[in-house]
């Protein structure tokens, strides 16, 4: 199983970034897929998740309205649209499969995890 998160850069406070996830060798359409974040010197933690089918989200209180999570099952690809960027959403962004048919944003549901990309916003 890979996933291969990719989007990550530079931008400004208050600008946009979109983020994807390519997944390979698994059954993507069967998975809840998660974002989780982690920025210097803190724990990671949960950002936004998705159903297999879409149709079920969740966020985390900090992103909520500015974020917007979505999925593409044909093409294997789960999607973090960013939008109105602060410096404290600076973190490496990491995108996750969770098989279990709950849409949850604990750490320790998800099984697969990709290698992350890191998103700097300046002030």
């Known amino acids: 199983v890979q996933l291969q998160a990719s989007g990550g850069g530079l931008v400004q406070a208050g600008g946009s970034l979109r983020l994807s996830c390519a997944a390979s060798r698994l059954t993507f359409s069967i998975y809840t897929m998660g974002w989780f974040r982690q920025a210097p010197g803190k724990e990671r933690e949960f950002v936004a998740a998705i159903s297999w089918s879409g149709g079920s989200t969740r966020y985390a209180d900090s992103v909520k309205g500015r974020f917007t999570i979505f999925r593409d099952n044909v093409k294997n690809s789960v999607y973090l649209q960013m939008n109105n960027l602060k410096p404290e959403d600076t973190a490496v962004y990491y995108c996750?499969?969770?098989?279990?048919?709950?849409?949850?944003?604990?750490?320790?549901?998800?099984?697969?995890w990709g290698q992350g990309t890191l998103v700097t916003v300046s002030s």
């Open positions: 996750a499969a969770d098989r279990g048919p709950r849409v949850v944003g604990r750490e320790g549901e998800y099984e697969y």
